[in-house]
């Protein structure tokens, strides 16, 4: 990556036990899969493990099959939150896998979640994850059963809005709990038979599950608590943090030897400073502020805790516009990168109303160690979602090199060992005489352009690349987040996108990876026939 350099300097300035890399936003892919290539790229400097937003106890399975215990998983339920099916997950989980498939287990990359099983609005009932702790302690289930009862009363939805119907103060929920730590506690005290009959690995997934549901109890227990929709919100917000927290520093615990760890998460997960949420939901505005994982972990492990506040500064696929002036997104600039926080004295955090985006402020910046911005040029989010892919390269035309300035700025995305036939393209100017039908010489547009092929091109459009002049007349180029044939290249199999938007997102990321696939397969074949 093009900001490896950076990266690896503040890591070896600070040689810190965490790293922690948040994004504002959980919409743009790009975070996501920058995450990959950094752990990549971290990987060859001593990081052995990587946590992220997910499950902690569903994550065991995870990291089973990327160890080789495995041989499948569903990442429907092994990555919590929806992130399961999220491109990059699958990508991460991929790389994992083979890459260590390699290599002997101590040095293999382990994978951990370090969230907590719940949501605002809910949180499932703890029996699944009691009833296979007693299955590994050949523990009786017959009062488990019955202190659980009927399973759907732990996740009704009407909780959310009614403390009195959430049955986490109970008496059953008491006597849950008092169980959840009497079995965590015989897993301590036959830890030597238990190990011994199972393996250190079983002893520790028990050790999880223990540790879960106690934490998924303690929720319920905030869940039930009276009080305003704020304060019930700020109180869920604070517990699942804390839970958040404890698995961070037990994480560190079982992997300090081995490396740093990586960690993954949105903003206000990880920053140093107390989060804050103001919203407006179910017709009431809503204000909560708590002390976030990153602030609590933060404060025990001082200068070892390395924070990387993630800025968003502009993405046409998820509707953010360019920042307006003076604003910290609009001082870092067009370009992505890992940056020193801006000196602030004058700058003002942006105005948007783009829901569960996080703009940065004035404490963040300040509490940070450096910030991983993706840069506010027209392309630049789209050219992170590309780079970020696996095995994909990025050359950019600099201005004032020996090439044409209608070629500055314009980047090639590369699949493989392969230089030479880039899969996709991001342009910003007009080619004279040649490529002038896009318009982009006006200020704000840009074009990214993919190959696909002749066989999807026909797919895409009812007619054949060769068909393409035929067409050609009745297309107006200049339209701006709309697929369609590329003015000058149509004829190879390539379409194109002005200014790509939230209309052509999911469309574009389909051929985007068909692309690089292809390209990726074309690379091999001609390496094999060397």
Known sequence: MAFDAELLSLVRARRPHLLAIGEPYHGEPAFPRLRNRILETLVGHGFRSIAIESDRAAGLAVDDYVQGRRDEVDLSTGISHGWGAHPATRELVDWLREHNGKLPPAERVTFHGFDAPTEITGAPNPGPLLRELCEYLGAATTDLDRLVGEEDRWSAP????????????????????????????????????????????????????????????????????????????????????????????????????????????????????????????????????????????????????????????????????????????????????????????????????????????????????????????????????????????????????????YTWGDRFFFAGEDRMRPFATIVGHDVPGFDERSRLSEPGRYRLNIEVGRAEFRNLFNYGPEEFAAHSDTIDFTQT??????????????????????????????????????????????????
């Open 158 to 405: 009407e909780i959310m809005y009614d403390a009195s119907r959430s049955p986490g103060r109970s008496p059953q929920a008491a006597a849950l709990r008092g169980l959840a730590e009497d079995l965590r506690s015989r897993l301590y005290a036959d830890a030597p038979h238990l190990i011994g009959d199972t393996s250190a690995q079983a002893w520790n997934r028990a050790r999880v599950l223990a540790t879960t549901a106690i934490g998924l109890l303690t929720y319920h227990g905030a869940m039930a608590e009276p009080g305003t929709q704020s304060q019930r919100i700020g109180r869920l917000l604070a517990a699942r943090d804390a839970l958040m927290a404890q698995n961070l520093l037990d994480i560190l615990a079982l992997e300090r030897d081995r490396g740093p760890v990586l960690v993954s998460a949105n903003n206000a997960h990880l920053q140093r400073h107390p989060s804050r949420w103001d919203t407006h939901w179910d017709g009431q505005d809503l204000t909560a502020q708590w002390n976030g994982a990153g602030s609590i972990v933060s404060s025990l492990l001082g200068d070892k805790y390395l924070y990387v506040a993630g800025s968003l500064g502009a993405s046409g696929p998820v509707g953010l516009g360019q920042p307006e002036a003076g604003t910290y997104e609009e001082r870092l600039g067009p370009q992505t990168g890992i940056f020193a926080p801006p000196d602030g004295g004058n700058l003002r955090p942006r105005v948007t109303d783009l829901l569960g985006y996080f703009p940065l402020d004035a404490t963040t910046v300040e509490t940070c160690d450096a910030i991983l911005h993706i840069g506010s040029e027209p392309g630049a989010a789209d050219a992170a979602r590309i780079a970020g892919r696996p095995a994909v390269t990025e050359t950019r035309i600099e201005a004032g090199s020996e090439m044409p300035s």
């Open 481 to 530: 987040d709309q697929l369609m044939p590329h003015p000058a290249y149509a004829v190879q199999g390539w379409v194109c996108v002005v200014n790509p938007g939230p209309a052509t997102a999911d469309e574009v990321d389909r051929l985007l990876e068909r692309a690089r696939a292809r390209a990726r397969a074309a690379d091999r074949e001609r390496r094999r026939n060397r």
